[in-house]
């Protein structure tokens, strides 16, 4: 329990980095969602880091120092009980996305976007193609059909049929496909939204039928600049 409340705090201690590489430094305030919690981080010129993980929580601070090494970020962050872990993130267009989280205990735990490689065109415009790529260990083909129909199958047993099937529909920045699952234990709803990434789709949330949220898109923006010195909290 201790290691999965490190990682959702550590997770959240990211947004304190996400600032504007045109403009250095980057101390500042960052609030953002993530998997369902407001978080607010200040990161300080001095090289600290403050992270409040949870609006709800407004007392429990998570505290530590963070270092850049050219596009890499990394932060060492205590719990209140002072147990220490390290957070790496990666510079990229001006944000930091994750890249992993190191438990206090050793765990290391990777991050990122589940990527979809867009293999075949099925229309001249718009994201709709064959697409193939990894999610929660699955080698998967995704079709994404013109008429608005969405399919997923493993790609080891593509004669077998697809293990979800549903709609999508465009959004701002991908689609958003709304699927249920197709075996003998029963139908299983689930929603699941892309970006669209320069060789494909990217998975950056998914709600199960119960309104589990898992978020994979690790980019939160900066709400205040900070100074140069840091104020005391």
Same mark, same amino acid.
């Given at each position: 329990?201790?290691?999965?409340?490190?990682?959702?705090?550590?997770?959240?201690?990211?947004?304190?980095?996400?600032?504007?590489?045109?403009?250095?430094?980057?101390?500042?305030?960052?609030?953002?969602?993530? $998997?369902?919690?407001?978080?607010?981080?200040?990161?300080?010129?001095?090289?600290?880091?403050?992270?409040?993980?949870?609006?709800?929580?407004? %007392?429990?601070?998570?505290?530590?120092?963070?270092? *850049?090494?050219?596009?890499?970020?990394?932060?060492?962050?205590?719990?209140?009980?002072?147990?220490?872990?390290?957070?790496?993130?990666?510079?990229?267009?001006?944000?930091?996305?994750?890249?992993?989280?190191?438990?206090?205990?050793?765990?290391?735990?990777?991050?990122?976007?589940?990527?979809?490689? &867009?293999? %075949? &065109?099925?229309?001249?415009?718009?994201?709709?193609?064959?697409?193939?790529?990894?999610?929660?260990? $699955?080698?998967?083909?995704?079709?994404?059909?013109?008429?608005?129909?969405?399919?997923?199958?493993?790609?080891?047993?593509?004669?077998?049929?697809?293990?979800?099937?549903?709609?999508?529909?465009?959004?701002?920045?991908?689609? *958003?496909?709304?699927?249920?699952?197709?075996? $003998? $234990?029963?139908?299983?709803?689930?929603?699941?939204?892309?970006?669209?990434?320069?060789?494909?789709?990217?998975?950056?949330?998914?709600?199960?039928?119960?309104?589990?949220?898992?978020?994979?898109?690790?980019?939160?923006?900066?709400?205040?600049?900070?100074?140069?010195?840091?104020? %005391?909290?």
């Amino acid at each position: 329990m201790k290691t999965k409340l490190f990682t959702l705090f550590s997770l959240i201690a990211f947004i304190a980095l996400g600032a504007d590489k045109k403009a250095p430094p980057i101390a500042g305030t960052y609030k953002g969602e993530i $998997e369902g919690e407001l978080a607010t981080a200040i990161l300080k010129a001095d090289g600290s880091i403050i992270v409040r993980p949870s609006a709800e929580r407004p %007392k429990f601070t998570m505290r530590g120092t963070w270092k *850049r090494d050219g596009n890499t970020l990394t932060a060492k962050l205590k719990d209140p009980t002072g147990d220490e872990g390290t957070v790496v993130f990666t510079v990229d267009n001006g944000d930091l996305a994750l890249v992993k989280v190191i438990s206090p205990g050793g765990e290391v735990d990777e991050f990122g976007m589940p990527q979809f490689k &867009r293999n %075949k &065109r099925l229309a001249e415009k718009g994201p709709a193609g064959v697409y193939v790529g990894w999610f929660d260990e $699955e080698h998967l083909s995704v079709q994404v059909k013109p008429d608005g129909a969405f399919t997923v199958t493993p790609c080891e047993d593509l004669k077998g049929g697809p293990i979800y099937v549903g709609k999508w529909k465009a959004t701002e920045r991908g689609l *958003r496909a709304t699927v249920k699952a197709k075996d $003998e $234990e029963g139908e299983e709803d689930a929603t699941v939204d892309f970006v669209t990434t320069p060789t494909g789709l990217a998975i950056i949330k998914v709600v199960d039928g119960d309104g589990e949220v898992e978020t994979f898109d690790t980019r939160l923006k900066r709400q205040k600049r900070g100074g140069k010195g840091g104020k %005391k909290n």
